[in-house]
């Protein structure tokens, strides 16, 4: 069975950060591409990151440039992301998803995401 399951989210205060982590199984994990998606009450789901899997190319939405940082470690079938200086505007559910094609466009399998709360 394919899963991808976060962990890392909760509540912190303006300018702290927290670490999402995306642990993969049930697939070759080290041939995905993984992305992080959030969505927030009443918004449409965004693209915060993506890093491949064949050579560790990472993207940014531009809300994310500068303060997240997207890391894995294929060992542990984990991709990280790190995210400093909150905002409450980052306030939503994370999700990560898996993209066999590597491209960072088409994701196949979703994890069920985790809430972050960033309050003001």
């Known amino acids: 069975e394919v899963q991808l399951v976060e962990s890392g989210g909760g509540l912190v205060q303006a300018g702290g950060s927290l670490r999402l982590s995306c642990v993969g199984s049930g697939f070759t994990f080290d041939d995905y591409a993984i992305g992080w998606f959030r969505q927030a009450p009443g918004k449409e789901r965004e693209g915060v990151s993506c890093i491949s899997g064949s050579d560790g190319s990472t993207y940014y939405a531009d809300s994310a440039k500068g303060r997240f940082t997207i890391s894995r470690d294929n060992a542990k079938n984990t991709v990280y992301l790190q995210m400093n200086n909150l905002k409450p505007e980052d306030t939503a559910v994370y999700y990560c998803?898996?993209?066999?094609?590597?491209?960072?466009?088409?994701?196949?399998?979703w994890g069920r995401g985790t809430q972050v709360t960033v309050s003001s």
């Open positions: 998803a898996g993209d066999r094609s590597d491209s960072c466009h088409d994701w196949d399998y």
